[in-house]
């Protein structure tokens, strides 16, 4: 059974610090392609960063310099540190895996951003 565990969000000032947490089981995670998504109201969900197998990563250009993805094959756990946080990042944000054929979600954190 796959689960994509999300962790990390909350309330957050703007230009504050939020570190997300995506720890995945049932899938050999190293293989995977990782990613972060987000869905704000209203809005459809939209890629925000990507990390490969090989650890090559892409970024939506609105979080370039703000956002940084890593991962933890040791501990299958991907991460998403977001500095520099914006009333706009404001989202549920959810975790993907890609192998594939396979497409596996997260149930999504919720990052709100507000003075």
């Known amino acids: 059974q796959v689960q994509l565990v999300e962790s990390g969000g909350g309330l957050v000032q703007p230009g504050g610090s939020l570190r997300l947490s995506c720890a995945a089981s049932?899938?050999?995670?190293?293989?995977?392609?990782m990613s972060w998504y987000r869905q704000a109201p209203g809005k459809q969900r939209d890629l925000v960063a990507t990390?490969?197998?090989?650890?090559?990563?892409t970024y939506v250009d609105s979080v370039k310099g703000r956002f940084t993805i890593s991962r933890d094959n040791a501990k299958n756990t991907v991460y998403l540190q977001m500095n520099s946080l914006e009333p706009e990042d404001t989202a549920v944000y959810y975790c993907?895996?890609?192998?594939?054929?396979?497409?596996?979600w997260g149930q999504g954190t919720q990052v709100t951003v507000s003075p």
């Open positions: 993907n895996a890609v192998l594939n054929p396979n497409n596996f």
């Open positions: 049932g899938i050999t995670f190293s293989a995977y392609t």
């Open positions: 990390i490969t197998r090989t650890r090559s990563t």
